[in-house]
């Protein structure tokens, strides 16, 4: 019984983060993005990692739990709309965006907690890592993951195609004003 109360606790987070981060813009968001900047939180809020667990897997980290959530959410059904990626693409795992009811609840969620001192930190990293990495492209983001979190490559079937574009990858990041030129010289020199 104390299980089945915990696991709801942990479905109904993780829902919620999952909404939160989507809701932070109102931008379509491939899965790739939704699951590593999840990461990145995951990273710098430790509250986060009660309710998700990554994992070394083909593409940096891997939650089975966002992949489960985006697919068959429990609490928050239909709030978002999952796209499948097109035959030709093999990095993004589709895309996820917010429906009209979502809209609502995260207005909603976000009003109920946005006054909580103890969430404010999380909500700001939220939409920091989405002002940020959204501004990526799939690989610039694998590039990033990669560099920051090495043991992540182990299990990686694209980690070497990123690693043979890195210049080309960092240069772009550059020009957009993303990393500054010691940023960029980290990136191609390792």
């Given amino acids: ?26 931008d379509e968001l491939s899965v790739l993005h ?19 667990s990554y994992i070394k897997h083909y593409k940096g980290p ?4 966002i992949q489960k959530i985006i697919h068959h959410p429990f609490y928050l059904d239909n709030c978002w709309k999952y796209t499948p990626p097109a035959r030709t693409d093999n990095l993004s795992g589709g895309f996820v965006e917010l429906t009209e009811k979502g809209r609502n609840e995260y207005q909603r969620i976000y009003r109920a907690i946005s006054k909580t001192e103890s969430v404010k930190p999380l909500l700001t990293g939220i939409k920091m890592v989405r002002e940020l990495y959204d501004k990526l492209s799939l690989e610039e983001l694998l ?3 990669y560099d920051t979190y090495p043991e992540y490559k182990e299990h990686s079937t694209v980690s070497r195609d990123i690693e043979v574009k890195k210049e080309y990858l960092a240069k772009r990041m550059r020009t957009k004003g993303i990393i500054d030129d010691q940023r960029f010289n980290e990136l191609v020199m390792r």
């Fill in 1 to 26: 019984m104390m299980d089945d109360k915990k696991d709801d606790a942990r479905q109904k987070g993780l829902e919620n983060l999952v909404l939160l981060v989507l809701g932070a813009k109102d």
């Fill in 34 to 52: 939704l699951e590593k900047e999840v990461f990145l939180l995951w990273n710098f809020h430790p509250a986060i990692r009660e309710y998700i």
């Fill in 62 to 65: 891997y939650s089975a739990d």
């Fill in 143 to 145: 590039l990033i993951i």
